[in-house]
């Protein structure tokens, strides 16, 4: 049995890593559609509503983004924290 759960280990493992990696390449979309959307506009002023979509749409990307918001920061092991799924 401590193969099968050592398999089940990795699956979740993998799971995790994948999970991660499809948020940080949604935030990298976002990130780009946003600075597309503003260069598409034109001139930005400062606090128009230009102004305050692409600063909320980068937020939502930063929220996304693993490498940004440091979601693993309370769990130790490497750099970034020990993700909860990490075996």
Same mark, same amino acid.
């Given at each position: 049995?401590?193969?099968?759960?050592?398999?089940?280990?990795?699956?979740?493992?993998?799971?995790?890593?994948?999970?991660?990696?499809?948020?940080?390449?949604?935030?990298?979309?976002?990130?780009?559609?946003?600075?597309?959307?503003?260069?598409?506009?034109?001139?930005?002023?400062?606090?128009?509503?230009?102004?305050?979509? @692409?600063?909320w749409?980068?937020? @939502?990307?930063?929220?996304?983004?693993?490498?940004?918001?440091? @979601?693993?920061a309370?769990?130790?092991?490497?750099?970034?924290?020990?993700?909860?799924?990490?075996?």
């Amino acid at each position: 049995w401590q193969e099968q759960e050592r398999s089940r280990q990795e699956e979740v493992r993998r799971a995790g890593l994948m999970a991660e990696a499809t948020r940080w390449r949604r935030s990298r979309q976002l990130r780009a559609y946003a600075r597309a959307v503003a260069r598409n506009a034109g001139t930005r002023a400062p606090g128009s509503d230009l102004e305050s979509w @692409v600063r909320w749409a980068e937020g @939502v990307a930063d929220d996304l983004d693993p490498l940004v918001n440091d @979601v693993y920061a309370d769990y130790p092991g490497g750099p970034f924290g020990k993700p909860p799924w990490w075996a």
